[in-house]
């Protein structure tokens, strides 16, 4: 990590939602909630409780120094709406097969 980044994974306590217009895209008890320096607070879902059948995978990928190669999924009204890194780095291995949303619901 770079000097004064970090990077912490905790499980979250809370329930986590993501909705879209009407479709509820996920949901989970068993969401793990990053806090990375300079980053808003992001939720990773477990992929069992993403409706996968819902996104369309996208050609967009970009790279983070310290959590390794994102992918993105789209919906037809929303492109890159979720990501995951398919492959992370070592120190954020626990959020491989969970996927971010840029907006999610917590109760």
């Known amino acids: 990590m770079a000097e004064g980044h970090t990077i912490t994974i905790d499980k979250s306590e809370q329930h986590v939602r993501v909705v879209h217009g009407d479709q509820v895209l996920a949901e989970t008890d068993r ?58 780095k070592p120190g954020v291995a626990e959020i491989k097969d969970h996927f971010c949303f840029y907006d999610a619901d917590v109760s």
């Open 31 to 88: 969401a793990l909630v990053l806090r990375e320096t300079g980053s808003p607070v992001r939720y990773y879902i477990p992929a069992e409780d993403v409706r996968l059948d819902l996104l369309t995978p996208s050609e967009t990928h970009t790279v983070c120094p310290f959590k390794g190669t994102a992918s993105y999924w789209s919906l037809p009204d929303a492109p890159d709406l979720v990501w995951a890194y398919p492959e992370p």
